[in-house]
């Protein structure tokens, strides 16, 4: 049985075929220009079981995960732990985000937009001092050196590594 995807070809793309399943259910292909139609099928078809899979874990998700809302009570994660959060504002206190024993202290005006700024800020710093810890570690098991590291705000890629070696990672690994 044939797979439908759709198919976006570029001159930039030299060698590589790649697929993304986008939203619930669409597989859309990236390929080189001159890659012959036979080849990408060939791939897909390839690929049946991890997209399979994929698209059946998405169906056994919840249709939507709700927008956080930031109040007391909510649960945050972080490496893969949730923590519950407690909101306040004493402008006595340092504002900001802290992980006191186990739960999230949230110290700042009852701003939705700044609450969030500030939960983004803090898992950013968080991956600044964890991430390169761990990228030295696994440079010397496998003996490469990494050219730069990054942290973005990449919602849909975990991270990357240009041809230079630079790697760069989503800060939301630490959620």
Not at 4 to 27: A, E, H
């Amino acid at each position: 049985m044939n797979i439908k995807y759709s198919l976006k070809r570029s001159k930039k793309r030299k060698k590589t075929i790649s697929l993304q399943i986008v939203g619930n259910s669409d597989i859309m292909v990236y390929a080189p220009y001159f890659t012959p139609v036979a080849e990408i099928n060939r791939f897909v078809e390839e690929k049946r079981n991890w997209i399979d899979r994929i698209l059946l874990n998405q169906a056994r998700q919840p249709a939507q995960q709700k927008e956080k809302t930031y109040e007391t009570g909510e649960e945050f994660y972080y490496l893969g732990r949730s923590y519950s959060l407690e909101t306040g504002f004493d402008p006595l206190e340092n504002t900001g985000v802290f992980l006191r024993f186990d739960r999230f202290v949230l110290n700042c005006p009852d701003n939705g937009e700044m609450k969030k700024y500030y939960f983004a800020s803090w898992y950013q710093k968080k991956a600044r001092e964890y991430i390169p810890v761990r990228v030295e570690y696994f440079s010397r098991e496998l003996n490469l050196q990494p050219r730069s590291i990054r942290i973005t705000s990449a919602r849909s890629r975990w991270g990357s590594c240009s041809e230079d070696n630079s790697l760069a990672f989503s800060f939301r690994l630490m959620m």
